[in-house]
């Protein structure tokens, strides 16, 4: 058994969230309000929540904001060091450049905008009964094709490290979290940009060392599109993904203090109204994420979409599986349908986009 608090975290954020950050502009996309915490909060909360009393937080984009909002730690049961990237190493960089800061023997290795209900102390558990150098979170996908694959024997060493393909050996893929002896740490290459699943592990593989993936089936999303960002907020909301930060009763919606949601306004799906936000009546909003001060008209209908601070939404609107940019203003009637992005300020005027056959 593994005494966490022996045991270091590291959180690599990175530059991650360039998909979100051109439409939303207010926050990082680890610091977007998520389930009404900053995303980044839910990730935290699980490694204290487990045990683990040190962090390491590496980052190469908008530092300042991440020691702003955790400070050293405390507030969360932690004690958080940070380490900033000059330029973004990647992730295997991203781990060598932390090596400082590591306190103790083993570390666990966490990319930061990746939601998960993996057992913290089992994958511990797991790499110490293995005496593994390094030990991967694995897994199951109902379709690998979309991600590279990592094939184990039937002891749980891992083979290969393999890229997309259209026939995958194994629908075992990486999650996103390792556990690594601080030696192997110590020995990555740095100063230079580096992949951790190309270079690093592969090299590993070639020299022998003992490299083990820990298989389960519990919640696990990646958050790297927007049509991610919402499903997993929504699952935070609705109890399906855990978060030991969430105190709020799980149910179909989160409505902030400070949110106004109009009589015969429906609110399904885990829907989150931000603070200051407006809904009014007869809006029906299914799956979608409202920030801060955003304003909704009467009879408007949002599906899975995401809807920017300070954002309008007209009456009769209806946007379904889109991110409306923060201060952007969509006119009455508009239609915005699948893959629609409406950058931060602008104005689409009554009626300027539909795609219903009437008129």
């Known amino acids: 058994m593994v005494n966490p608090a022996n045991v270091d975290a590291v959180v690599l954020v990175g530059g991650m969230g360039t998909r979100l950050r051109p439409l939303t502009l207010s926050a990082p996309k680890p610091m977007l309000p998520t389930a009404g915490l900053p995303f980044l909060t839910h990730l935290l909360s699980r490694i204290a929540d487990a045990g683990i009393e040190h962090v390491v937080l590496g980052t190469s984009y908008k530092a300042g904001v991440f020691e702003a909002e955790f400070g050293d730690g405390s507030k969360l049961g932690l004690q958080i060091d940070y380490v900033v990237e000059d330029e973004p190493l990647g992730t295997g960089g991203g781990i060598a450049n932390v090596a400082s800061k590591l306190r103790h023997d083993t570390a666990v290795v966490f990319n930061g905008d990746v939601l998960s209900g993996?057992?913290?102390r089992a994958l511990l558990d797991s790499h110490s009964e293995n005496q593994a150098d390094v030990t991967l979170h694995l897994v199951r996908v109902g379709d690998p094709r979309?991600?590279?694959c990592v094939p184990t024997e039937s002891d749980g060493t891992v083979t290969a490290f393999l890229e997309k393909t259209q026939d995958p050996p194994t629908d075992q893929i990486n999650a996103g979290c390792y556990v690594f002896k601080r030696s192997i740490i110590e020995q990555i290459p740095t100063g230079r940009a580096l992949s951790v699943e190309r270079e690093v592990f592969p090299l590993l593989l070639a020299e022998g060392r003992k490299v083990c993936g820990y298989v389960d089936?519990?919640?696990?999303?990646?958050?790297?599109?927007?049509?991610d960002f919402v499903r997993g907020s929504a699952d935070l909301v609705r109890g399906i993904a855990p978060s030991p930060a969430l105190t709020h009763q799980r149910g179909e919606k989160l409505v902030h203090d400070g949110a106004?949601?109009?009589p015969g306004a429906l609110l399904i799906g885990g829907t989150v109204i931000g603070r200051g936000a407006e809904i009014a009546g007869g809006a029906r909003l299914d799956?979608?994420?409202?920030?801060d001060g955003a304003k909704v008209g009467a009879g408007a209908v949002i599906e899975r979409s995401i809807i920017g601070f300070g954002a309008?939404?007209?009456p009769r609107a209806l946007i379904r599986d889109g991110v409306i940019g923060d201060g952007a203003d969509v006119g009455a009637r508009c239609e915005l349908l699948r893959g629609a992005r409406v950058w931060p300020?602008?104005?689409?005027p009554d009626g300027g986009i539909r795609f219903s056959t009437d008129i």
Do not use: Q
């Not at 089936?217 to 049509?227: A, K, L, Q």
């Open 287 to 291: 799956g979608a994420v409202i920030f």
């Open 118 to 120: 993996c057992d913290l």
């Open 146 to 148: 979309a991600f590279g």
């Open 345 to 348: 300020g602008i104005t689409i």
């Open 217 to 227: 089936s519990t919640y696990w999303r990646d958050m790297g599109t927007p049509e």
């Open 260 to 262: 106004s949601v109009a």
């Open 312 to 314: 309008h939404i007209g």
